[in-house]
């Protein structure tokens, strides 16, 4: 995640923005400028359709899955981020109504801001279970796993930074204030695009390693199914995250003055478009049975840890590795 504006705050506002405040407007170009009814609102109400469609798929099959005591949290997860996009474009229109309003422009920028961070958290825990699939004396080592809890913490805690630099940015004038929010926006997301590439050198890593015994299988589908899921997600959300940052550490531009990474195209095509191509590539690809890794794993420090006796019954697997079949004959 990276600033939603990342430049300072002064008299020379955005067009249509009426200086007043705190809270004050942003004072020049940001990426996909002022929410405007003509161009953001269809835009956003195609958006809201296309994301709550995805929720309520991945909704779907995470609840029935439930009734099969097969829960798999990373299909709620997806839905979830889903629901926060559907909210992110809803405030982008209720920002398009509401121009003069800087409280529904600050909510609009920190909810497109945010929400991404679940689909990184996502693709990296399946790069780990792939790591401890073919290398498990790596992936399951102390150092590795402690590692990985430490990034996490490390995540949750630059969201935090990273959200609160943001929104006091807009409340504030104060020059060097508004150059440590600044530095604090550029350091989070220059932490989450490294989360967003991550999952690239631990598919490198599992490629390039002589691998001293066979794969450790979880799931189902084919290795080369689950490793191309990881890679091409891990490429949109870090060609993503990559041109945020990049925005957001260019040189400030007046709002009258925006380059071409400010306009809108630029704005919905490396956020919502990117997000909803991994959105869907995770539904139509069955994460929830490639990525599968029955519970106790991590104790037993393998995947076969009681694994005849979690997940759907075998008939029921069959049913949906046959639903998954199309997908399947693509990826492999």
């Known amino acids: 995640m990276s600033s939603p ?3 300072g705050h002064g008299p020379q506002g955005n067009p249509g923005m009426a200086m007043k405040g705190p809270p004050y407007p942003p004072a020049g170009a940001s990426i996909g ?3 405007t009814a003509p161009v953001d609102v269809p835009i956003s109400a195609v958006f809201i359709a ?4 995805g929720a309520v798929s991945h909704f779907t099959i995470f609840r029935k899955n439930l009734k099969r005591n097969y829960k798999f949290i990373p299909s709620a997860a997806s839905g979830g981020f889903c629901m926060a996009r559907v909210v992110a474009n809803v405030l982008r229109i209720v920002w398009a109504a509401k121009p003069m309003n800087v409280n529904v422009a600050i909510a609009a920028q920190v909810f497109v801001a945010a929400g991404v961070l679940i689909l990184f958290v996502l ?3 399946f790069a780990q279970r792939l790591l401890r699939a073919s290398h498990p004396k790596v992936g399951w080592s102390r150092p590795a796993s402690y590692a990985f809890k430490m990034l996490y913490i490390l995540i949750g805690l630059t969201l935090v930074i990273v959200i609160t630099a943001s929104v006091h940015s807009f409340f504030t004038l104060n020059p060097n204030a508004r150059r440590i929010d600044r530095d604090l926006q550029l350091f989070g997301g220059s932490v989450l695009t490294f ?7 631990i598919v490198a890593f599992i490629l390039a390693v002589p691998r001293k015994q066979p794969i450790d299988q979880f799931g189902s589908g084919s290795w080369s199914a689950k490793v191309i899921i990881v890679v091409t997600a891990a490429c949109l959300l870090t060609l993503g995250a990559g041109f945020r940052i990049g925005v957001s550490a260019s040189p400030p531009r007046p709002a009258n003055i925006p380059a071409w990474y400010h306009h809108k195209a630029s704005f919905y ?3 919502f478009v990117l997000e909803a191509i991994v959105v869907y590539m995770f539904l139509f690809g069955r994460i929830d049975r490639r990525f599968y ?3 106790g794993s991590s104790k037993e420090r393998n995947y076969a840890a009681n694994r005849t006796q979690q997940g759907p019954k075998d008939s029921e697997r069959a049913t949906d590795d046959d639903e998954a079949g199309t997908s399947e004959k693509v990826l492999s």
């Open 269 to 271: 095509i490396f956020n």
């Open 50 to 53: 296309i994301f709550l469609a």
């Open 123 to 125: 693709n990296l825990i």
């Open 293 to 295: 890794v029955p519970n």
């Open 33 to 35: 400028g002022r929410a």
């Open 195 to 201: 989360v967003a590439f991550l999952p690239l050198p």
């Open 5 to 7: 504006h990342a430049i």
